[in-house]
């Protein structure tokens, strides 16, 4: 079956802790996403990436880096430096080319950092 | 640049009596147009999509949405609701004429469902 995993599904983490997130496609689609969801604030973009071994800041990078190194891959690190990373984490994927193609999400990571 | 505005953040129906989910976009260009559904700590997935083909366009589970460019809207719609339609629901916009082609979500509309 084609489609984006991600794990874990809930992640528990101490304050002032690096976390790594995971992001698998087997869609092969070139271009990815990491989404973060708050309560009432809809989807915000983190980082996207296009094509293998480049990638772009959203509206929220601050605190958070990515790398792509594989197409099939693309993980995120929360860091330290993210004031305040407890929220619901959502990887996309889609066909890039043109802005007719829909993005396929990833199942989330609920992240608490306590 | 884009922008989308989804009008109501609830929306409660009862079983069995139609559903409407208002959307509103701004966009220079041509745009593509998404509906997403998300239930409870799940990721999203499509509704249907319009991208400049017929203006009323089907999706899954029956629902529809129509594209009015005179109004700059593409609201969704269901003649029956059902139980399992209470989710959260996502319009989206894209044209980025200028290659990025990033998606912009709006805030999204619960919908909630009595029985």
């Known amino acids: 079956d084609g489609g984006i995993t991600q794990s874990p599904k809930y992640l528990f983490r101490k304050e002032g802790q690096n976390v790594t997130l995971s992001c698998e496609q087997n869609?092969?689609?070139?271009?990815m996403y990491w989404y973060r969801q708050d309560p009432g604030q809809g989807l915000r973009l983190i980082y996207y990436?296009?094509?293998?071994?480049?990638?772009q800041k959203g509206d929220i990078a601050e605190g958070y880096s990515v790398s792509r190194e594989k197409k099939e891959s693309f993980p995120l690190t929360v860091t330290s430096a993210q004031k305040n990373p407890t929220a619901f984490y959502l990887c996309?994927?889609?066909?890039?080319?043109?802005?007719?193609?829909?993005?396929?999400f990833g199942p989330g990571t609920r992240l608490t950092v306590t | 640049a884009q922008s989308v505005t989804q009008l109501d953040s609830h929306v409660s129906v009862s079983e069995g009596t139609p559903v409407l989910l208002r959307c509103n976009y701004s966009?220079?260009?041509?745009?593509?147009l998404f509906w997403y559904v998300q239930h409870p700590n799940k990721g999203l997935q499509l509704l249907l999509k319009?991208?400049?083909?017929?203006?009323l366009v089907k999706g899954i589970n029956g629902f529809e949405a129509e594209f009015k460019k005179s109004e700059t809207s593409f609201h969704l719609t269901k003649p029956s609701a059902h139980m399992s339609d209470a989710a959260e629901y996502f319009c989206?916009?894209?044209?980025?004429?200028?290659?990025?082609?990033?998606?912009?979500f709006g805030r999204g509309t619960s919908l909630i469902v009595h029985p």
């Open positions: 996309a994927s889609s066909t890039s080319g043109g802005p007719t193609y829909e993005q396929y």
């Open positions: 869609l092969n689609h070139d271009a």
């Open positions: 990436s296009q094509i293998v071994n480049d990638f």
């Open positions: 966009s220079s260009y041509s745009p593509s």
């Open positions: 319009y991208t400049s083909a017929a203006t």
């Open positions: 989206v916009v894209s044209d980025s004429p200028g290659g990025s082609y990033i998606p912009t």
